[in-house]
C-alpha cells in the first residue's frame, strides 16, 4: 500500500502513515490529507478514509501482536507517520479489559461482563488516545501550539502531550468545571483559560480563533486536527476485540458526549470485519448519557434523527455537551446495530459509582457511572441481553470527579482500644 504524504506550511512533505485521504460522511466527496474538518461541497464532516486492500489478515495480526503495548501496536490501521515510536508520545492505550464477574452477579449478567478500564492512561481518560493521534498530526502540518475546547479531561490530555513533545499548550474549558480536572490540566504548565459559559460556549470560541490571526500555528485537537484526533477511539474497539482472543463483543455500552468514540469504536469495529481479522457476527451498540444532558436519548427515544440541543444539567460534566456533534450519527448506530440510547439521573450516577467501586475496586468518574448506571437500567428494562458478552466502558478516573461522591467517607471514629472497636460494631 502507498504510503501518502501532505505539504506542510513550510512547503515539505512528511510522511503521514496508512491514511488514503479525508472523506466527507454526508456526501462522500473527497480532498487531500491537511488540517480541514468540513467539507468544501456540503460542510458535512471530514473523516479519514484508508485503502487496507494489501493488507493479509494473518502477517496483520501478528503484526500487531508482536507491537508495543501501546496504541502503537495498531500503526498499520491509525493516521500516523512510520516513525511514530521515535518522538516523544505519552503512549496511551493498551488498558485492562476487566473480566466483572461480581458486578456481573449483582447485575444478573451470565454471558460475560467485562469493564474497558481507560482510567490506566498517562493522564487518567481515554483522551490520551485521540490526543496521541492529534499531536503526530500537528507535527505533520507544522503546527507550533496544541488546543482544544474542553470539558476537562481533554484538556489535561493535551497539556501533557504537549509537554512532552515540547509544544506550547493553550487549552479553554468552561470556567465552573471540578476543581480537580482544572489543577490536573493547569499542572504541565501550559496556558489554561476558562470560558464564561457552557462547553458549546467554549467550542464556538475556538472555531472562531482558527480564522482569527490570533489562531495562525495552532492545532485544535478537536476542531481543525478532529479528522485525525477521532481515529484514537478507534483503538478500543481494537483492544477490546483482541483482549477478547480476537472476538466481537456481543453487546457494548459507551459513554456519549459528542458521541465520536461511539462512532469510532463502531468504525473499528467494521474494519476487523473487513480486514478478517474477526469473524464477523452481529454486534448491538448501547449509548450513555445522564438525564440532565441527554438529547441523543430524548432523539432515539421520539424516533428523530435530529438531535435537538439541550443546555447541560448534571453532575457528569465530562459528559455535558448539549449540541453533540456526532449525534445524529450515533442514533444511526444504535438503531442499526439494534441497540439503543438510554439516560439516567445524578443520583443514579452516584450509585453506580459506587456499586462499580464495591464490586470491581474501580473507581470510575462520573461518566463511568454513566454507563454501569445505563448498564443496569438496559438490563432491568429488558433491553440489554444478560445472556450475551457485553463490554461497559470507563473512560476516566474517580479522583477527578470527587465531588461527586462527597460524603463519603469515615465508617466510624472509635478510641485506640478494642472495647471502643466492639462498641462501634466492627468485630
Known sequence: MAVQTVATSTDSTVDLGPAAALSCRECGHRVPLGPVFACEECFGPLEIAYDFSAYDSEELRRRIEAGPANIWRYAPLLPVPADVADKPNINPGWTKLVKADNLARELGVTGGLYVKDDSGNPTHSFKDRVVAQALEAARAFGFTTLSCSSTGNLAGAVGAAAARAGFRSCVFIPHDLEQGKVVMAAVYGGELVGIEGNYDDVNRFCSELIGDPAGEGWGFVNVNLRPY?????????????????WRLPDQLVVP?????????????????????????????????????????????????????????????????????????????????????????????????????????????????GVTVGVTRKLIKEGVLDPAKTTVVLNTGDGLKTLDAVAGTGLTATIRPTLDSFREAGLA
Open 256 to 368: 456519549i458526549a459528542s458521541g465520536s468514540q461511539l462512532t469510532k469504536i463502531d468504525k473499528g469495529l467494521q474494519e476487523l470485519i473487513k480486514l478478517g481479522l474477526v469473524e464477523d457476527k452481529p454486534y448491538k451498540i448501547f449509548g450513555a448519557q445522564a438525564e440532565g444532558c441527554s438529547p441523543v436519548s430524548t432523539a432515539f427515544k421520539a424516533g428523530h434523527d435530529v438531535v435537538r440541543p439541550q443546555k447541560p444539567n448534571t453532575i457528569a460534566k465530562s459528559l455535558a455537551i448539549g449540541n453533540p456533534a456526532d449525534g445524529p450519527y450515533v442514533l444511526d448506530i444504535a438503531r442499526r446495530t439494534g441497540g439503543a440510547v438510554e439516560d439516567v439521573t445524578d443520583a443514579e450516577i452516584v450509585d453506580a459509582i459506587k456499586l462499580l467501586a464495591r464490586t470491581e475496586g474501580i473507581f470510575a468518574e462520573t461518566a463511568g
Open 229 to 245: 484526533y477521532a481515529e484514537g477511539s478507534k483503538t478500543l474497539a481494537y483492544e477490546i476485540c483482541e483482549q477478547l482472543g
